[in-house]
Each structure stands twice: as C-alpha cells, then as structure tokens.
T-cell receptor, first 116, second 112 residues
C-alpha cells in the first residue's frame, strides 16, 4: 500500500511567483492535513480538509495561501506571490477517519520550498 | 489541547535502552498521549499512543505515570536508525482534535 505521496520534493521559486504543492493521500484516506516546518522548528498545523471541504483552516495565513482537496485528484496547497519567509518544508498527512485519538496521521516526505 | 514539555536533546549509546521523558501536568481526562518521531529529512511517523495503561508495540513502550502528568517513551535497544526528533503530543479524544500540536521535541543522538 503506497504511502502519502507529495510532489515535488523540492521546489524553488523567485519572490512573487506562485507555488503549488501536491499531496496524494494513502489509498482509502479521505482526510488530509497540511503542516509547515520552518528550519529548526517543530511542525505547525495549517489546514485540514476532507473531500471537497475545508474543515479547519485555523493555522493557515489569511492571505496568499489556499488549499483544496477536489473530488478527484490530489490535494493542492497553493501559495501566491511567495516571499522569502515562505521558505520551509511543507508536509501533508492523511488519515482514515477523524475525531478521537484512534485515527493516526500518516505523513508524506514533504516538499521543501525555497524562495530566492 | 494541553501542552507538553520535553528535554531539547538526549544522547544514548547504541544497543542501550533509552528513556525519553515528557511532562504534561495539565493533561485532561480525555487526552491521549501520542508519540511521533521525525527522522532527518523525512516526515513524522507514528510511534505509539496510550491513555492510562502502559503500552507496548514493535517499535517502543510507553510508560504512563499513575497521575498521568508525565510519561516516558522507552526504546529498548537504540540503533543508529533511531536517531530522530521525538515528539510527545496530547490529543483530546472527546473533541477529536484533528490537528497535531508539535512542540520542539527531543533530539535523540545515538552514539555508535
């Protein structure tokens, strides 16, 4: 069973460009989470989505960031007009269900975004 | 979710047991204690979780204090592949917290 897939693994963007990060959850998982990790820090929650719905976006910046999880295809984290402070590792996780402690989150390998 | 406190770093010799402590003095009755670890340049991976009783799995053991204000992750024989940052995380079973709060964790160095 393939794990959580993320692509690209590394992404370089110039300031002002757009970054699109993709996440394919584990087979059968309909819950997706995005986290951001700045250098030498722990992961910070950004957004939680179920198919076609954003459930919790409390950790996502209000401007320039958006996320979607369409009925078909991967989840996309989109960052518009990137700035140097967006340079970080972005991790996607998926779970079989949500609510309660029974549903563990399985993480992908991450996308390392560098803004020059 | 209640917060946790862990030492910033620990060292262990290879093939010796490692005890990684975590304090969670404000834990609530419905909080489960979860441990994840993050190997270098990888995403976090689930290690173990428990509520009140000690737990064992193929990766590790989790010892939970009787008052639940602290817990210890035990690696019985550390290997070089266990070198990682270990995160102790509380998840409220009642509210079904859907996001994991990662603190700074404990960076474990395994010495050959």
């Amino acid at each position: 069973n393939a794990g959580v897939m993320q692509n690209p693994r590394h992404l370089v963007r110039r300031r002002g460009q757009e970054a699109r990060l993709r996440c394919s959850p584990m087979k059968g998982h309909s819950h997706v989470y995005w986290y951001r990790q700045l250098p030498e820090e722990g992961l910070k929650f950004m957004v939680y989505l179920q198919k076609e719905n954003i459930i919790d976006e409390s950790g996502m910046p209000k401007e320039r960031f958006s996320a979607e999880f369409p009925k078909e295809g991967p989840s996309i984290l989109r960052i518009q007009q990137v700035v140097r402070g967006d340079s970080a590792a972005y991790f996607c996780a998926s779970s079989l269900g949500a609510g309660g402690s029974s549903y563990e989150q399985y993480f992908g390998p991450g996308t390392r975004l560098t803004v020059t | 979710d209640a917060k946790t406190t862990q030492p910033n770093s620990m060292e262990s010799n290879e093939e010796e047991p490692v005890h990684l402590p975590c304090n969670h003095s404000t834990i609530s009755g419905t909080d489960y204690i979860h441990w994840y670890r993050q190997l270098p340049s990888q995403g976090p991976e689930y290690v173990i979780h428990g509520l009140t009783s000690n737990v064992n799995n193929r990766m590790a053991s989790l010892a939970i204090a009787e008052d639940r204000k602290s817990s210890t992750l035990i690696l019985h024989r550390a290997t070089l592949r266990d070198a990682a940052v270990y995160y102790c995380i509380l998840r409220d079973d009642q509210t079904g917290a859907n996001n994991l709060f990662f603190g700074t964790g404990t960076r474990l160095t395994v010495i050959p």
